[in-house]
């Protein structure tokens, strides 16, 4: 029965959590009673090809999941963009990349105002309205490329987790268990979450780089980063790519959770040297263009803005210190473990 | 040949439209028997309604939380299963749409 828990499994990361146990108990049910009536007419076990067969007439855990959510909005303009089985995690990124991105605009703004510059309504709207256009543009054509793909090939999945030429499903080893018990694999979505939040990050710190109005806004006439940020632009990047390198592997293997674990430490302790380095610039943003004219009042709100950030570097700081002891805690206890772990008909055995 | 693949796509989206405005009432009419999930749908597919389990399954969920059914998990041949039955809410419901459903049926029958 392995492969039905295989499939019980990819369909169950996809399911609405609150009743993600009760619907893959009745799916449960019902498979097995359709596998009975077929063994009994059949006067013989089913081979595993047979269930395949079986499993494969059922379509799409990505799409069989999707069914049950109550969600099922879409994205279309003249034609359907984000269909509603991507759309709640289309959703999902794009609120977090755009509430971070709103949170740094309203930062700068706060920190403006505070220091007494005058912050026109129509500069925090034009900011925020610029950046929603990069976030929602970048976030709505990856989201719509996979949606195509996934239409394109709705039949091109397998229980090993390739979908429509797209590993966006559980690719689980002979050997390895497939517990219900949440958060023992890493779900694909998140994978998939991480690779596109991290793509467009990486696209905005790019542009950020070059053009520094996208974080700074209309500030940017007056002010510019300082050589601090060009100095650790490589390592973000850096750090940013293998974050989606990451990701990748981990939607290939979703079952390496200790490598996750031991990856995400390395990552942790490299942002940690980041805004270790940062910290230790003391000063973010200077005067764009000439010095000579730096009046007193212009001065005061350079040192608040920066006084801002090095409070937020510090807070980031902290977390990432929280995070990181977490992240160590939860590695450690997970290598205790025994390798034994409750599933469903199998033994379990902990990925890598 | 396009024309004709053209028709046979529209024609396969209407029937399939037809048979989902019935399924409903196919469904409600095969719960005034209680039944678990996976004999509900073999019931439906005897008598010609085949439905599959990833249609099924959320609509007896949503007629649930609609309060059209209820549900209840109970041991069968030492095995948990979900067994729903019409609620009485479900049970006037279903008076009312097989009422609605054979005013429709004589009138087409009067225009065909």
């Known amino acids: ?352 | 040949m396009t024309q004709s693949t053209s028709n046979h796509g529209l024609l396969e989206n209407l029937r399939l439209e037809l048979r989902r405005g019935s399924l409903v009432l196919a469904v409600l009419a095969a719960l005034r028997k209680e039944q678990y999930g996976y004999t509900l749908r073999k019931t439906l597919e005897e008598q010609g309604m085949t439905i599959d389990e990833g249609t099924l399954y959320p609509l007896l969920r949503r007629l649930e939380s609609q309060g059209l059914l209820l549900s209840e998990w109970r041991e069968e041949e030492k095995r948990n299963k979900r067994f729903y039955r019409l609620s009485a809410d479900g049970k006037l419901i279903l008076k009312q749409l097989l009422a609605e459903w054979q005013s429709i049926s004589s009138s087409l029958n009067g225009m065909l």
């Open chain 1, 1 to 352: 029965m392995n492969l039905v828990d295989r499939y019980l499994k990819a369909v169950a990361k996809a399911l609405p959590e609150a009743q993600r146990e009760d619907i893959v108990r009745e799916l449960s049910e019902d498979i097995r009673s359709e596998m009975e009536d077929k063994a009994g007419e059949l006067g013989r076990p089913l081979t595993e090809s047979e269930q395949q067969a079986l499993l494969k007439q059922r379509g799409n855990p990505l799409v069989l999941a999707g069914r049950y959510r109550q969600d099922h909005r879409t994205l279309a303009f003249g034609r359907q963009l984000i269909g509603p089985v991507l759309f709640p995690f289309y959703v999902r990124v794009l609120s977090f990349n755009l509430g971070l991105t709103f949170a740094v605009i309203a930062g700068i703004f706060i920190a403006l105002g505070a220091s007494g510059q005058k912050v026109g309504f129509n500069d925090v709207l034009s900011s925020c309205l610029l950046q929603l256009f990069i976030q929602l543009s970048a976030v709505t054509l990856i989201f719509s490329l996979i949606e195509r793909h996934l239409t394109k090939n709705p039949d091109r999945w397998d229980l090993s987790g390739t979908c429509g030429g797209l590993r966006l499903d559980l690719k689980i080893g002979k050997n390895i268990s497939l517990p219900i018990d949440r958060g023992q694999w890493i779900s694909r979505f998140e994978s998939v979450s991480i690779i596109i939040a991290s793509t467009v990050a990486l696209i905005w710190v790019t542009g950020v780089q070059r053009y520094p109005f996208l974080i700074l806004g209309p500030a940017a006439r007056f002010l510019k980063l300082a050589p601090i940020w060009y100095q650790v632009y490589f390592p973000i990047l850096l750090l940013t790519v293998a974050e989606i390198v990451r990701a990748t592997i981990n939607l290939v293997r979703p079952d390496w959770t200790r490598f996750r674990a031991a990856y995400n430490i390395i990552l942790h302790t490299g942002g940690l040297v980041v805004v270790y380095y940062l910290l230790r610039a003391g000063s973010w943003v200077a005067a764009a263009g000439s010095t000579t004219g730096i009046t007193e009042q212009y001065a005061h709100s350079l040192a608040i803005v920066n006084q801002w950030i090095y409070f937020a570097l510090l807070a980031a700081a902290a977390l990432s210190v929280a995070m990181l002891v977490a992240k160590v805690t939860r590695l450690v206890r997970s290598l205790r473990r025994p390798a034994e772990s409750p599933s469903l008909t199998a033994p379990a055995k902990e990925g890598n």
